[in-house]
C-alpha cells in the first residue's frame, strides 16, 4: 500500500519525516519546531512499504530528522531502514505502543519471530526452538535477542 503523502518531497529534504504505522496516525501534533514535516501513513511494515520509506529517506540529506509511530514491530523495523540508510540514532524518534508485539531473532537458525504476546518465551517461527526473550535490542535487526530457553536443562 503506498503511503498517503508520498508526492512532493523535494530533493535534498531537510525538514522532519513523520512516518506512522496502523491506527498511530495521530503524529499531527508532533512539533517539528518550525522545520518543514512530510506526513507518510503506512498501514503495517511491510517489504513494500519499507522500500517507500527507503525512497522518501534516499530522496533527503543529511540534517534530515524522522519521526516513527506505531506499534512496536513496525517503528523497530522502519528504523533499521533508516539505520541503512544512514540516518543516526540521534535524527530518529520513536513513538511505540510498548504494549504492542515484538519482533525477536532467533541465532540458531537466523529468522525473526513476532512476539504476539509479549511474554518472556516464545515459540521460533523457523526451527520451532523455545526462545527466552532478552531486553538487548538490536537496532541493526530491528529485533530483540533470543536464545534458547531450555538449553541447560539435561534431557
Not at 516513527?68 to 520513536?94: K, N, S, Y
Not at 515484538?102 to 526462545?131: F, K, M, N, W
Request: one cysteine or more; aromatic letters at 4%; a negative charge.
Amino acid at each position: 500500500m503506498p503511503p498517503t503523502a508520498c508526492t512532493g518531497l523535494e530533493p535534498g529534504f531537510r525538514g522532519v519525516i513523520c512516518a506512522s504505522f496502523g491506527a498511530a496516525g495521530d503524529i499531527a501534533k508532533q512539533d517539528t519546531g518550525g522545520r518543514p514535516r512530510h506526513d507518510l501513513h503506512f498501514a503495517s511494515a511491510t517489504p513494500n512499504t519499507l522500500s517507500d520509506l527507503r525512497t522518501v529517506l534516499g530522496a533527503s540529506h543529511v540534517g534530515v530528522r524522522l519521526v516513527l509511530a506505531g506499534p512496536q514491530a513496525d517503528i523497530r523495523a522502519a528504523a533499521a531502514v533508516a539505520a541503512e540508510c544512514g540516518l543516526l540514532e540521534e535524527e530518529v524518534t520513536l513513538l511505540s505502543d510498548e504494549a504492542g508485539p515484538r519482533v525477536v531473532y532467533c541465532p540458531h537458525c537466523l529468522t525473526t519471530t513476532i512476539d504476539r504476546a509479549a511474554g518472556s518465551e516464545v515459540e521460533c517461527q523457523g526451527c520451532a526452538t523455545v526462545l527466552a526473550i532478552t531486553d538487548h535490542f538490536s537496532r541493526r535487526k530491528g529485533a530483540y535477542l533470543g536464545y534458547s530457553a531450555h538449553a541447560e536443562e539435561a534431557s
